[in-house]
């Protein structure tokens, strides 16, 4: 399947470049072991860690491993242990700037773009602007020509696979495309940092 695919050495080295050059600082990782090994490498001890809701986090067990080990100050439990009615927008205020936001995102173009795409926004404050530190875990297969194939990617094949991942987990109908985030360029290259996997992991 055309969105299942890993890239080929060509289309990699075209990403990374390109990533680079826009501010994006990319690491490669040949695993999906290897990738959790080199993220955990470059989370700081004791760090304040927010996971965003990803598939890619959940297989690498990473999600388990920030949230439970101990080793970091791990945002999403806070926010599972307050009431939203009553804290509401305390919880917001902490999910927007955690200082780190680690998670995945759902296209990369060959000249350097990042597209992200959510149905409630929570995870875009932090990849935009509000984290200081910001770590993307990404396969190699999320890797598209140009921004049309990175919107087809997204309704075509990651929309239906995240609909049943929400029904299944929240009972809702499903899920929708409700806002996207388009990195062209980071203007502090020292914020972001993609591991690429040559490995399917995620949508």
């Known amino acids: 399947m055309k ?45 304040e860690v927010m996971t965003m809701t990803s ?13 439970e080990s101990g080793k970091f ?3 999403k439990p806070k926010l599972y242990s ?3 009615e009553t804290h509401g927008k305390v919880m917001q205020q902490i999910g ?11 296209a990369v173009t060959e000249d350097g ?8 926004g ?6 935009t602007y509000g984290s200081p530190h910001v770590l993307w875990i990404v396969g190699t297969h ?13 309704y075509d094949h990651v929309l239906p696979l995240e609909s049943e991942r929400a029904k299944k987990a929240y009972g809702v109908p499903g899920s929708n495309v409700s806002k996207l985030f388009i990195l062209n360029r980071e203007p502090n290259p020292d914020r972001i940092t993609m591991i690429l996997v040559k490995e399917n992991v995620g949508y």
């Open 73 to 75: 100050d791990a945002v």
């Open 55 to 67: 598939e890619t986090l959940r297989e690498l067990g990473l999600e388990t491993e920030i949230n």
């Open 3 to 47: 969105w299942t695919k890993q890239a080929d050495q060509k289309s990699l080295d075209n990403t990374m470049k390109a990533l680079n050059e826009n501010g994006v600082k990319v690491i490669v990782a040949e695993s999906a072991r290897d990738a959790k090994e080199k993220a955990l490498e470059i989370l700081p001890h004791n760090a």
């Open 142 to 154: 999320k890797i598209v020509k140009n921004l049309d194939e990175a919107m087809a990617r997204i």
């Open 122 to 127: 929570s995870q875009l404050p932090g990849y």
């Open 113 to 120: 773009k990042v597209v992200v795409a959510s149905n409630t």
């Open 82 to 84: 307050m009431n939203r």
């Open 96 to 106: 927007a700037a955690p200082d780190w936001s680690i998670g995945s995102v759902h």
